[in-house]
């Protein structure tokens, strides 16, 4: 018996085959079952296009407007692309057609939170859980805007039941209101009632290294080791521990098993560079090599601009527009500043969307420079391409990014919409300038950075997403704004 469309895209996703399960779904387009429609969106949203994603989910709600499951799913996907106000009202029209699933209390909830409705958010909360008591998305998700209302971590850890099960949880509440030493207790008393538990082993040597205790690191990494020697998180945490002890070659090892295992996962190569920097090992300038993997392009006005400035004072406008109550995200690189909420892929304003055509030629021209080759980056190179996600960032005086990754892409970039002068001067100084190399990992000895690009209007910059990334603090009366987005192979 020939397999059902259906049941085969549905296999193909359990089994992690998205092209492929794309491939069999989208030649059906607009004539295909709710349910094939369903499996479409889920392949592109692995696929990480969730823009493409979202329109599927539209499509759905449109040829199938009697189903609670379609609005439902059309929530979801526009609160995922921070679509807020929108993924409310389907939310709200799911209600209305019969469905009160827990599932789409929490979307309703994380919509409501998206517009800074923080007590009418953990209300919808509430619903969710009391639908599903202890549903750990929901727990979680209140917790969050406890913490955003109040600033009482405590309220917020309090969320959780008591009990080894979710220590884990209630420690990153510490953690995000600055105060890992607090956090590592928790764990550690959870540890003590369930020793034998792993996941609570690896979090302690996490933890323990965030809170500067790189001894018990060290400790509880080795244990963590000992028991699952070929856990990916057990190899991780061992590998962060031997760095802050400076011991770079045990963690080399581990992080060249990890990265055989995971090439494309930028946490473990990210790791890797780290130690083969310090350890001198050959891998560090093939994974970091600056000069060739971070290059700058100039970007031009796209069709219906004379000039690029009247385009980029045009851009700025219409991001000043998205800015403006935004607020600072939590839990993110950024500090001193606002991150726009909706999606810029999904913005429906021409400037925005110009943005998209204006630097397309460079993201192939960085491709075809990149080339082919077997290392983590130019490995995936395959010729096309996919923006993953799209937002912008405007700094204010002191503002700055901490150094971090983006591990679930290929390549990351910085757009600079507006410059101040004092961060566009070429001096010493480098202040706001965008710099590479020195990771969020503790080490021993430190690392600096080692390499930097001197933002200007107009500029692009392109790098590989696993390179360690951040900026200086800058001084000025007028702020930095820059639109940001993630490349995936397509």
């Excluded at 290294?209 to 990494?221: D, H």
């Excluded at 970007?299 to 935004?326: F, M, N, Q, Y």
């Excluded at 005086?397 to 390549?411: F, Y």
């Excluded at 200086?472 to 940001?484: D, E, G």
Aim: net charge negative; charged share 20%.
């Amino acid at each position: 018996m020939t397999q059902k469309p259906e049941d085969a895209a549905a296999a193909l996703l359990a089994a992690g085959r998205a092209g492929e399960a794309l491939a069999l779904v989208e030649p059906l387009g607009r004539g295909a079952s709710h349910t094939l429609l369903a499996r479409w969106a889920v392949a592109l949203k692995m696929l990480e296009r969730a823009d493409e994603a979202l329109a599927v989910r539209r499509l759905a709600a449109e040829r199938f407007p009697q189903s609670g499951v379609a609005w439902h799913n059309l929530a979801s996907a526009l609160c995922d692309l921070g679509a807020d106000n929108e993924a409310a009202e389907a939310a709200r029209k799911a209600f209305q057609l019969g469905l009160d699933a827990p599932e789409t209390w929490l979307v309703y909830g994380r919509a409501l939170a998206g517009q800074q409705r923080l007590e009418a958010a953990v209300e919808g909360l509430d619903e969710a859980l009391r639908r599903r008591p202890g549903y750990p998305e929901a727990l979680e998700e209140k917790a969050k805007q406890l913490w955003a209302m109040t600033r009482d971590a405590d309220r917020a850890a309090a969320v959780f039941p008591a009990g080894p099960a979710h220590a884990q949880a209630r420690a990153a509440m510490f953690r995000a209101a600055g105060d890992p030493s607090r956090g590592l207790a928790e764990l550690e008393e959870a540890l003590r009632a369930a020793p034998g538990d792993l996941a609570l082993m690896q979090a302690v040597a996490a933890l323990a290294l965030e809170a500067g205790a790189v001894v018990r690191a060290l400790e509880a990494s080795d244990v963590a080791l000992a028991r699952a020697p070929n856990d990916p998180i057990s190899m991780q945490a061992r590998a962060a521990a031997c760095l802050a002890a400076g011991r770079p070659e045990e963690a080399l090892a581990l992080a060249r098993r990890l990265v055989a295992s995971q090439p494309h996962n930028g946490s473990v190569v990210a790791l890797a560079a780290v130690a083969a920097r310090l350890a001198g090992a050959p891998e560090a300038e093939r994974l970091f090599d600056y000069p060739t993997m971070v290059r700058g392009f100039d970007i031009g006005p796209p069709p219906g601009w004379s000039t690029a400035a009247a385009w980029l004072a045009d851009l700025k406008t219409s991001l000043d527009r998205l800015h403006d109550g935004a607020v600072e995200p939590a839990a993110q690189s950024l500090r001193g500043g606002t991150q726009t909420g909706p999606d810029l892929r999904i913005v429906d304003d021409p400037a925005i969307r110009s943005f998209f055509i204006a630097i397309d030629p460079a993201i192939r021209a960085y491709m075809a420079g990149l080339g082919a080759g077997d290392d983590p980056l130019r490995a995936r190179n395959s010729g096309g391409y996919a923006i993953s996600g799209a937002w912008s960032i405007r700094l204010r005086s002191a503002g700055r990014h901490v150094d971090h990754i983006h591990p679930r892409g290929w390549l990351s970039s910085a757009f600079y919409v507006e410059v101040p002068p004092e961060v566009a001067a070429d001096d010493e100084a480098r202040a706001g300038w965008l710099q590479f190399g020195r990771p969020s990992l503790r080490t021993e000895p430190p690392l600096e950075p080692a390499w930097f690009e001197r933002p200007s209007p107009g500029r692009l910059v392109l790098f590989p997403s696993y390179m360690w990334h951040g900026t200086a603090p800058f001084v000025s009366a007028r702020p930095r704004t820059t639109i940001a987005f993630d490349v995936v192979p397509a």
